[in-house]
C-alpha cells in the first residue's frame, strides 16, 4: 500500500516537474524575443537618430545678419539642406541672393528698434555677417565702419543675450593683422590693424571678448582670408579681386593691378567658408578667434595668368601704383581650426576658379545675350570661345 502511494507521489512529482520545465522554457524562449525586440527597437532607434542628426536639428532656428550677400547666402543654402530653421535679417542695400525657403526681414543691425520685428522667434544660433567691409572707403568715412561693423555688433550681441542665444558666430578678416612681421599668420600673430576697417573688426573681436567674459555667451570670431566663389558681384565697390578679374577677362578689357602683382593673398573658396561657419557654429566655445584660409599663398600675377588662361581670353595686365591701405603678403597658418574645429578646405584654387568662371558664364553672360536677343540690339557676329 505503502508502495502504491509512494510511486503515485512519484509520478505527480514527475508530471510537475515537466511542467516547471516547460514553464521555465517557455519563459526563457519569451525572454529572449522580447530582448531581441528591445534590442531591434533601441537600433531601429539609434539608426533614426544619426539619420536626423546628419540633416541637422529640425527645431534648431540659425539667424544670419547680412544672409542675402555673397557669403551669407552659401551659409543659408547649407544650413537649410542640413533641416535648419534659417532666418536672414539684411538691409538688402547690397545682398540679393533670397531663398525661398528662408524667412527673410528687412533691418539695419545698427538700428536697435530694427531687430524688434524678431522678438517673437526663438534662436538658437546667430551668424553675424552684416558688415561694410571695403578698405578704400572705410579710409574716406571712417564714421561708417564704426557705426556699422562696431556699434551692430553690439547690437546684435545683446539682442543674442536678450534672447538666450546659444553661440554668435561673428564674421571678422585677416585685415586685422596688418603688414605682417611673420608668415604664416596665426591667430597669435601681431595685431597692426591700418585701415579703419581692419580696425572695426578687430573691435568686434574685443566685444565678442567681452560678452563671453561677462554674460557667458560662446561668441566665435572668424578671421576671413580673401574669399572668391559664385555670387560674389564683380560690379560691387566692396566686391573681391577674383571676381572684379573675371569680369574684366569676360569683357576683354585688361587686367587691372594695383601695385607690381608680386603681392600675395590666400584665396579661399566661398563653399569652404560657409563650412567653417557652420562647423564654427555647431563645435565652438568660449571666446575663440580662428584663421580661414588654405595656407596657400597665390601672387596676384599668378592669379591673373591662371583666369587668362582658364577663360582663353585675349587679354593681358595693366600696373597702376598700390593703393592706401592694402597690405603686401598675407598667408593664413590653419592650424588652430583644423586642430580643434577638425575643419579643412576641400576646394583648390584652380577647381574654385572652374566653378566661379562657370558660375559667371552661366548667370551674367548668358543673361546678357538674352537680354540682347529679346531687345534686338545684338549685332550678329562669329562666336569666339573665350
Known sequence: MLNIC??????????????????????????????????????????GLKSRSSKGKPHETVLITG????????????????????????????????????????????????????DNHTVDYIVHLAAAISVSESMQNPEKYERINVAGSKTVLDW??????KRV?????????????????????????????????????????????????????????????????PKSEYSGVVSKFIDSVYNRKNITIFGDGKNTRDFI??????????????????FKVYNVGTQVATSMNELAVQIIKKAEAPVGIVYYPPREGDIRYS????????????????????????ETLKWYEETTVDASKKSKATTGTETPKKSTRM
Open 6 to 47: 509512494d510511486q503515485s507521489v512519484s509520478s505527480r512529482m514527475i508530471h510537475v516537474r515537466r511542467g516547471l520545465y516547460k514553464g521555465l522554457n517557455l519563459l526563457t524562449q519569451r525572454l529572449v524575443v522580447g530582448f531581441v525586440v528591445i534590442n531591434l527597437i533601441v537600433a531601429a532607434g539609434i539608426i
Open 67 to 118: 544672409g542675402l550677400g555673397f557669403i551669407g547666402s552659401h551659409v543659408v543654402d547649407q544650413l537649410l539642406s542640413k533641416g535648419y530653421r534659417v532666418i536672414i535679417y539684411d538691409d538688402q542695400s547690397t545682398g540679393n541672393n533670397f531663398n525661398v525657403k528662408a524667412q527673410n526681414y528687412r533691418g539695419d543691425v545698427s538700428e536697435v528698434n530694427d531687430f524688434e520685428q524678431l
Open 160 to 165: 543674442a543675450i536678450k534672447h538666450r542665444v
Open 169 to 233: 558666430v561673428a564674421a571678422s578678416s585677416a585685415a586685422v593683422y596688418g603688414p605682417p612681421e611673420e608668415l604664416p599668420l596665426k591667430e597669435l600673430s601681431p595685431l597692426s590693424p591700418i585701415s579703419p576697417y581692419a580696425q572695426s573688426k578687430l573691435d568686434m573681436e574685443h566685444l565678442c571678448d567681452k560678452y563671453q567674459r561677462e554674460y557667458a555667451i560662446d561668441c566665435i570670431s572668424l578671421r576671413f582670408f580673401n574669399v572668391y566663389g559664385p555670387r560674389q558681384n
Open 269 to 286: 573658396y566661398v563653399k569652404d567658408v560657409a563650412r567653417a561657419i557652420i562647423t564654427a557654429m555647431k563645435e565652438g566655445f568660449g
Open 331 to 354: 598667408l593664413a597658418d590653419t592650424t588652430k581650426i583644423n586642430t580643434e574645429l577638425r575643419w579643412k578646405p576641400k576646394t583648390s584654387l584652380e577647381e574654385g576658379l572652374s
